[in-house]
T-cell receptor
Framework: AQTVTQSQPEMSVQEAETVTLSCTYD???????LFWYKQPPSRQMILVIR??????QNATENRFSVNFQKAAKSFSLKISDSQLGDTAMYFC????????????FGGGTRLMVKP | NAGVTQTPKFQVLKTGQSMTLQCAQD?????MYWYRQDPGMGLRLIYY???????DKGEVPNGYNVSRLNKREFSLRLESAAPSQTSVYFC??????????????FGPGTRLTVL
């Protein structure tokens, strides 16, 4: 079974600064996909970024980038130039080819961006 | 283009009552999903429908039934609600379950309380 662990229940960052959210996972599969979802107070789940395990290059989406370390089974999210609108719960999620498209989520990290 | 819509947004039930949560998507997606999110936790898959006419169990299917009414609509039914089913329920859709690079798009959620 796959597991996803987010070891930081809560984090805070000053506006315009950079913050990194941690995620580790456990799997015996070789081909899989990793995601970061954002859940603001509105409860909507919004895809932030995704990474295919077979790609060595780290994914980047504007101010969001990941540090994917396959050997260490680590998938951290870096948010640059933090904005007040980044305040939300952030969930790391995992999917394999053999799991019927089921996403396995971590427990989440609550991020507060302070003015 | 509304994306994924869910009704109702909030619901309170008494133990033993039944209800159906409705979900619809207008993105012409083939696959649809039902998740639950308990306090302080990530989402867990209840059931999914890879395509119209098919449904499969996810991680936590007990106590639930689903119906893929047509390509657009996927409902979740609680036949005899229990307090353990108090949760926030999310519906999601993706282009096709067989393509694991597909992104899942989520609805706004339904907050259900069972007394």
């Amino acid at each position: 079974a796959q597991t996803v662990t987010q070891s930081q229940p809560e984090m805070s960052v000053q506006e315009a600064e950079t913050v990194t959210l941690s995620c580790t996972y456990d799997t015996s599969e070789n081909n899989y996909y990793l995601f970061w979802y954002k859940q603001p107070p509105s409860r909507q789940m919004i895809l932030v970024i995704r990474q295919e395990a077979y790609k060595q290059q780290n994914a980047t989406e504007n101010r969001f980038s990941v540090n994917f370390q396959k050997a260490a089974k680590s998938f951290s999210l870096k948010i640059s130039d933090s904005q007040l609108g980044d305040t939300a719960m952030y969930f790391c999620a995992f999917m394999t080819d053999n799991a019927g498209n089921m996403l396995t989520f971590g427990g989440g990290t609550r991020l507060m961006v302070k003015p | 283009n509304a994306g994924v819509t869910q009704t109702p947004k909030f619901q309170v039930l008494k133990t033993g009552q039944s209800m159906t949560l409705q979900c619809a998507q207008d993105m012409n997606h083939n696959s649809m999903y039902w998740y639950r999110q308990d306090p302080g936790m990530g989402l867990r898959l209840i059931y999914y429908s890879a395509s119209e006419g098919t449904t499969d169990k996810g991680e936590v299917p007990n106590g639930y039934n689903v119906s893929r009414l047509n390509k657009r609509e996927f409902s979740l039914r609680l036949e005899s609600a229990a307090p353990s089913q108090t949760s926030v329920y999310f519906c999601a859709s993706s282009v096709w379950a067989g393509r694991t690079t597909d992104t899942q798009y989520f609805g706004p959620g339904t907050r259900l309380t069972v007394l």
